[in-house]
């Protein structure tokens, strides 16, 4: 069979990242209304029944002992990554948040050159620090606004966050070479609500009837989300898809207004635009062969 060609797989990971941010629109409205556990804990529930319905009627043999550790070590990296970015996401701007979890990609274009062995391109680097360049032009401009000290809290937590999510996309690329897309969405699912569900007796709450709508439809992008970019991610290397994780700030800024009413400041609009720009050049990247990292998963 002809493998898609990677400027297939760069396209169908920005429209991942397009539908996760969609789901980070829902869930901030979410954690505000019932709490950023609550909305995660339920979410991910939710998308387990989803993800179950395309993955267990085939009848899906037990996972590999490499895939059942990845999917375990990848949870708990994502359980933590979301607590952690949902609570901050509730204090901060979207725009704001989503800036600050730029460093991300930039990280993982050097993390995939230590852990993965992937050659990291100039193209990648130079697109890489010119979007971290558009980054630092939105804080700057946001730091002329008084957001308190809970919104300095929030950003703090998403900073951590961010570098929990570097490392998360360098798990995503191994799992991706030896999970298929439905198998990872549905054991992603599961273990998140796992770990999520230890603090239960502790922390549940059952949401109110209006409520649930909301969080089908989270679990939903959240499940769409994570198809997309595992089908991705398993036919293009991290550093070559790294960049697109930059689109999302596109979308939080468009949604934050529409939704929450929030304002886009003038460097903001300049920092996006270097975003944008970087991505469209390290997009032109000659992606590494896939047979040697395919043999080393």
């Known amino acids: 069979m002809t493998r898609p060609r990677p400027a297939m797989a760069f396209a169908v990971a920005t429209a991942g990242i397009a539908v996760f941010s969609c789901m ?4 901030k ?43 375990v070590t990848r949870g708990a990296v994502m359980a933590v990554m979301a607590v952690l970015f949902f609570w901050g996401l509730a204090r901060v701007p979207m725009a704001q948040a989503v ?19 992937e050659p990291v391109h100039r193209r990648a680097v130079i697109g890489s620090l010119v979007a971290s360049a558009g980054v630092l032009l939105i804080l ?29 996309i360098i798990l995503m690329r191994r799992q991706s070479l030896v999970a298929d897309a439905r198998e990872v969405a549905f054991w992603q ?5 796992g770990f999520l569900a230890l603090a239960a007796p502790f922390l549940a709450v059952l ?9 089908v439809l989270a679990a939903l992008l959240a499940t769409t989300s994570l198809l997309a970019l595992s089908w991705a991610y398993r036919r293009a290397a991290a550093s070559y898809l790294a960049p697109v994780e930059y689109t999302a700030f596109l979308w939080a800024s468009i949604l934050g207004y529409l939704v929450f009413a929030e304002k886009v400041a003038p460097l903001t609009v300049a920092g996006a ?23 080393a998963a």
């Open 24 to 27: 980070d629109a829902v869930m």
């Open 29 to 71: 409205g979410l954690s505000l209304e019932i709490g950023t556990y609550n909305a995660l804990l339920w979410r991910s529930l939710a998308g387990t029944l989803m993800a179950g319905l395309l993955y267990l009627p085939r009848g899906p043999a037990r996972p590999s002992r490499a895939a059942l550790r990845l999917h």
């Open 99 to 117: 800036a600050l979890t730029f460093i991300a990609p930039l990280i993982a274009i050097f993390f995939a050159g230590v852990l993965l062995g």
């Open 140 to 168: 700057f401009g946001q730091t002329r606004a008084d957001l308190g000290r809970q919104a300095l809290l929030g950003s703090a937590a998403i900073v951590v966050s961010a570098i929990c999510y570097a490392y998360n």
């Open 189 to 193: 699912s599961l273990i998140i609500a």
């Open 207 to 215: 949401p109110a009837a209006r409520h649930v709508p909301m969080l």
């Open 273 to 295: 635009a270097l975003i944008g720009a970087a991505c469209l050049y390290a997009a032109r990247v000659r992606p590494v062969a896939m047979g040697n990292l395919e043999a």
